[in-house]
């Protein structure tokens, strides 16, 4: 990454508009190469720059940019103790990668990384996903187990629960939950969970939770996006959220739930859960491999299963991924 680039981004995040002249002073460029220079940069961005006459440069939207010292001075006591490393990165190919690469390397539980832009996002599934710069929140939490992974069953529905009560405080129609961990408003999709396992069979093991959360992404940002989306702004109705003060509330809901699943498991969070679920008692399918099963959304059982009323009676599934039965198959 170019570190000039990055230097000249921060500048602009104001908003505001900034002179040629005073560009080209701080950074050693010549006048004739500030512009090209500047659009370049934008464009490695994603950015969309404005030139005024007269005025100088400044981006459409104004950036608040992910800061350490923000973040933990956000942070309850509580929070600051559970969190042992914090490394922000402008552009990274993963979080969760990242994460996962120094969990082999020893990092301490509450080790976090965050990420302006990833380029190689990734989603549940083998997706991609979509991580833009500087416009949404990408985020990677590692936590140590000294159990073995098959305890981790429940924690992926654990830590959905606990985010969809997080933001549905902040948002007045609320947040709901797809099974296993989809975060929906207005059942489009507002942020997505991938959690990472590693460890001995018999324990100890470790958690890379990793969440991606849409917050001010353009339409144009997100035309990749294979299916509904919202962004936390939008369901806030149109508020700028800060970026800082939001990760901080993030994670100290993140880093409390990963420590008291370790000690409780999944029973606490069950009925938060069960509070947040989207399609309870809605007709929907369960696409598992090749195999489409469809039955009415019964809730999820005390192990996480997902629970379908199909024409078989109940069944419970560990694995799978859950939509909306479309109106026309219901009636037939
Ligand atoms: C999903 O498909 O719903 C899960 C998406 C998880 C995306 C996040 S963004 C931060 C972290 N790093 C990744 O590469 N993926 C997760």
Redesign the pocket.
Known sequence: MDERQLALIRRLSDGRSHSGEAIAREFGLTRAAVWKTLRKTADAFGLELISERGRGYRLATPLELLDAGRIRATLSESGRAHLSRLDIHPVID????ELMRLAAEGAPSGSVCLAER?T?????RG?E?V?PFGVNV???LLWRYPFAPSNLGGASLAVGAVLAAVLSELTDEGVALKWPN?LLWQRRKLA???LEVAGESQGPCHLVV???LNLRMTAGQGSAIDQPWAGLEEALGGVMVGRNALVACLLEALLEALDRYGREGLAPFLPLWRAHDAYLGAPVRLLLGERVIEGIHAGVADDGSLLLDTSDGRRAFQAGEVSLRPLESQIQ
């Open positions: 993963s979080t969760n990668r990833q190689a996002g990734r989603g549940r997706r996903w991580s990408y985020l990677s989809d997505g969970l991938l990793g969440l991606g």
